[in-house]
C-alpha cells in the first residue's frame, strides 16, 4: 500500500467508510502525498497529455477566440487572464503568443494563474519567464476588474460525489477497508436526496449518478464576476451534459488503473456534466453557451487552415507528427468528441467564436 493509503486506511479504521470526494481530494491534493503535489503528471514521461502539449495550434486558436471576446467587449484594459489548472503554463504561452497579432492586447493582460501545486508552479515559472505572473490558490482572489480566463482539463480533477439508484433512494459511493485491510469501494444505506428527487424521472435502480459541488460553485463564481467585471470564460474538458453512469477513473503511465489500489499515484478524475455548470452561470446572471464539441470549436476557429499554413515548413517525420496532431485534436473518434466546451459572457455580449447560443 502506498503511504496515502497507509494514512487513508487509518483513518477509515477509526472514522468509518470516507466519501468518494473526500478520497479523491485526499489522493490528488494531500501535501506531503498527493498526486499533484508531488510530480509533473504530463507528457510521455508522466501519466497523460493534454491538449495543449499535442500542439501549439490548441492555445493559437483558444487564445485568439478569448482575443476576439476581448475586442468586442471594447478592449478592457487592464484585463485579467488567466488560467485554472495551467499545467507546464503551455496553453497560456501559446495564448499569449497568438494574442499578439491584436493590437494592445498583451500590454493590457496581466497574467494570473490558479494553481493548487507548488511543484507545477515551478515547472510554469520557468516556461512563462520573462512574463509577469501571480499564482493564486482560488478562483477568490482574482483582481476585481474583467477576466478572460480558460479551463482546460481542469474540472475533471475537482472532487466528485456518485450515488447509486435503488427503489427506495440513493446510495452513495464510499470507500472502505476490506477484510485484508486494503482500500475498497462500497455504498451507504439508501436514502432520500432532495438534490436528486428529479433525477428519479430519468434514471432506474443501478444507474449512478455524479456530482460535482466544486465545479458548480467555480463556475457560478466565475459567471459572477464575469457579469459584474467583463469579460469571458472557455471551460474545456472531456465530459457530457446531464450526469449519467460511473465516470470515476485513474491513469497512471498512460493506462487506466484501478483508482483505488495506489492513492496518491494516480491521477484521478471524472467526466463534467456541463449542464449544471450552465445553470450555475445563469443563476449569477451571465450567459452560457450550449455545450460544443472541441473538434466542431477548433475547426470553427480555423485549425485546419492554420495547420495548413504550419505544414508548409515541415517534412518527414515532423510533418506526419504535425497531422497526427491535428486529427488528435478535432477528430470524432479521438480528442475531438470526448472533449466538449463551454463558453461563458456577461448578458447581451456576442459570444466567443466558434460557440452557438444556448
Known sequence: MTPLGQLLAGQIAVEGPMRLDRYMGACLLHP??????TRDPFGAAGDFITAPE??????????????QAWVDQGRPTPFTLAEAGPGRGTLMADMVRAMRAVPGMVAAAQIHLIEASPALRDIQRATLAGHQVTWHDSLASLPDQPVFLVANEFLDALPIRQFQRVEAGWSERQVGLGADGALLPGLAPPTRLAALEARFGDTKPGDVVETCAPAVAFAGDLAAQIAAQGGA????????????????????AHQPVDP???????????????EPLAQAARAARAQASAM???????????????AQTLAQAMTGQALDAHIAAHRRLTHPAEMGHLFQTLAIVPQGVALPPGFDAL
Open 32 to 37: 506531503a502525498h498527493g498526486y499533484y503535489a
Open 233 to 252: 470564460a472557455i471551460l474545456i474538458d472531456y465530459g457530457n451534459w446531464h450526469s449519467l453512469g460511473d465516470t470515476f477513473q485513474a491513469l497512471r
Open 292 to 306: 460544443t464539441a472541441q473538434g466542431v470549436l477548433l475547426e470553427r476557429l480555423g485549425i485546419t487552415a492554420r
Open 54 to 67: 499535442i500542439s501549439q495550434m490548441f492555445g493559437e486558436m483558444i487564445g485568439l477566440a478569448l482575443a
Open 260 to 274: 483505488f489500489a495506489t492513492p496518491g499515484e494516480a491521477d484521478l478524475t471524472a467526466h463534467v456534466d456541463f
